[in-house]
């Protein structure tokens, strides 16, 4: 497969006042004699909704660290200041109401046509459920940063449990993500996203380890394919063999999900059961660039357990924070030789949902 890089975008100045703008997109329709492809991107609006905040109360939101918006009521939210359609948004809290604790979901992205779907939950101080989990392999000495939708951020500098200060509403949804890895290593989220029953949740897992290695386990391409049932994810069931990582059992399977959105958990096949292909990948060698590791080496592909070809094929497994890719273009191997050349293919990768992030 090859990979090419995505062309960048360029950004109007955002300080470009609302009444400038309108006044140029009404020339820019005049001039065209109609409402066509506008090459600007055009406008939008970041919106949301506000629940579960108590009567004669107040809290403020900010957008990207700015746009203060002050709000006393529940229901529908939408911040004032207009943004070009691709700018990247944030939303925050500054001010939390008095004697109740508001956290944001889905509070990050970027800003498309379609409607944004920020949450912003709030609950009594002492009130609603914690969120937490476990962390291992946190390197002594360092810390891994954890998110919640953007919202709140929480260092845990060693492995065990760990548990964000601010409690959440029955209903509220969460995804924990790493905001920022330890020095040399990527960070892997399981169970890290959801919506909050009338219970703690504690069963968000991060597991930390060097670049340089391959970890165990079930990673699924980001990808969402169409199916006869819904949609399908491929999946990939990582098991190292042998000393010194001498090879890596790949077992190729699926992840089917009952929408075309391949939302929520779904349910894994057994890749032996399939008639998928399994590959053997053994590293030759690897290397660190800026945030991420490359391994190079051969692989051979099986079907039931059983050799299909007895011919080498030259790819890459590469691993950048939460994901894994392959490359096995012989022409992008041939022309990025090394991890930090890499790093635009890999990103273009990502983006492109070609690549597998854990189950």
Same mark, same amino acid.
């Given at each position: 497969?090859?990979?090419?890089?995505?062309?960048?975008?360029?950004?109007?100045?955002?300080?470009?006042?609302?009444?400038?703008?309108?006044?140029?997109?009404?020339?820019?329709?005049?001039?065209?004699?109609?409402?066509?492809?506008?090459?600007?991107?055009?406008?939008?609006?970041?919106?949301?909704?506000?629940?579960?905040?108590?009567?004669?109360?107040?809290?403020?939101?900010?957008?990207?660290?700015?746009?203060?918006?002050?709000?006393?009521?529940?229901?529908?939210?939408?911040?004032?200041?207009?943004?070009?359609?691709?700018?990247?948004?944030?939303?925050?809290?500054?001010? =939390?109401?008095?004697?109740? =604790?508001?956290?944001?979901?889905?509070?990050?992205?970027?800003?498309?046509?379609?409607?944004?779907?920020?949450?912003?939950?709030?609950?009594?101080?002492?009130?609603?459920?914690?969120?937490?989990?476990?962390?291992?392999?946190?390197?002594?000495?360092?810390?891994?940063?954890?998110?919640?939708?953007?919202?709140?951020?929480?260092?845990?500098?060693?492995?065990?449990?760990?548990?964000?200060?601010?409690?959440?509403?029955?209903?509220?949804?969460?995804?924990?993500?790493?905001?920022?890895?330890?020095?040399?290593?990527?960070?892997?989220?399981?169970?890290?996203?959801?919506?909050?029953?009338?219970?703690?949740?504690?069963?968000?897992?991060?597991?930390?380890?060097?670049?340089?290695?391959?970890?165990?386990?079930?990673?699924?391409?980001?990808?969402?394919?169409?199916?006869?049932?819904?949609?399908?994810?491929?999946?990939?069931?990582?098991?190292?063999?042998?000393?010194?990582?001498?090879?890596?059992?790949?077992?190729?399977?699926?992840?089917?999900?009952?929408?075309?959105?391949?939302?929520?958990?779904?349910?894994?096949?057994?890749?032996?059961?399939?008639?998928?292909?399994?590959?053997?990948?053994?590293? =030759?060698?690897?290397?660190?660039?800026?945030?991420?590791?490359?391994?190079?080496?051969?692989? =051979?592909?099986?079907?039931?357990?059983?050799?299909?070809?007895?011919?080498?094929?030259?790819?890459?497994?590469?691993?950048?924070?939460?994901?894994?890719?392959?490359?096995?273009?012989?022409?992008?191997?041939?022309?990025?030789?090394?991890?930090?050349?890499?790093?635009?293919?890999?990103?273009?990768?990502?983006?492109?949902?070609?690549?597998?992030?854990?189950?």
């Amino acid at each position: 497969m090859r990979f090419t890089l995505p062309p960048l975008i360029q950004r109007a100045p955002a300080h470009r006042s609302f009444t400038a703008l309108c006044a140029l997109s009404v020339c820019v329709l005049a001039a065209c004699g109609g409402g066509g492809d506008d090459p600007s991107g055009g406008l939008g609006s970041v919106s949301g909704v506000l629940s579960g905040l108590e009567q004669g109360k107040s809290l403020v939101l900010q957008n990207n660290g700015g746009d203060d918006l002050a709000l006393s009521a529940n229901g529908a939210f939408a911040f004032a200041q207009p943004m070009a359609l691709g700018a990247s948004y944030a939303v925050t809290v500054k001010a =939390q109401p008095v004697g109740q =604790q508001c956290t944001v979901g889905q509070g990050t992205g970027t800003l498309t046509a379609a409607p944004t779907n920020v949450r912003v939950d709030c609950v009594g101080v002492g009130a609603g459920y914690t969120l937490g989990g476990t962390v291992s392999g946190v390197p002594a000495g360092q810390a891994v940063v954890l998110t919640n939708a953007g919202g709140e951020d929480l260092a845990v500098a060693a492995d065990g449990a760990f548990t964000f200060p601010r409690p959440l509403a029955a209903g509220a949804s969460y995804s924990v993500t790493v905001k920022t890895a330890p020095a040399g290593s990527g960070c892997v989220v399981r169970n890290g996203s959801g919506v909050v029953a009338a219970a703690a949740v504690n069963t968000v897992a991060v597991r930390c380890a060097p670049l340089s290695t391959l970890p165990d386990g079930e990673w699924q391409q980001d990808r969402c394919q169409a199916s006869a049932s819904g949609g399908v994810r491929d999946l990939w069931r990582l098991s190292v063999r042998g000393e010194g990582w001498s090879s890596v059992d790949v077992a190729v399977g699926t992840v089917n999900y009952p929408n075309g959105q391949c939302d929520g958990v779904g349910v894994a096949s057994d890749p032996r059961a399939s008639s998928r292909r399994s590959f053997w990948f053994q590293p =030759q060698r690897s290397e660190a660039g800026t945030g991420l590791a490359v391994f190079w080496g051969n692989t =051979q592909a099986f079907q039931y357990g059983h050799l299909v070809a007895p011919v080498w094929t030259r790819v890459a497994l590469v691993r950048k924070a939460n994901h894994l890719c392959l490359l096995d273009d012989p022409a992008t191997l041939s022309t990025f030789s090394t991890a930090a050349s890499l790093e635009p293919v890999v990103t273009a990768a990502i983006a492109a949902g070609q690549c597998y992030a854990p189950r």
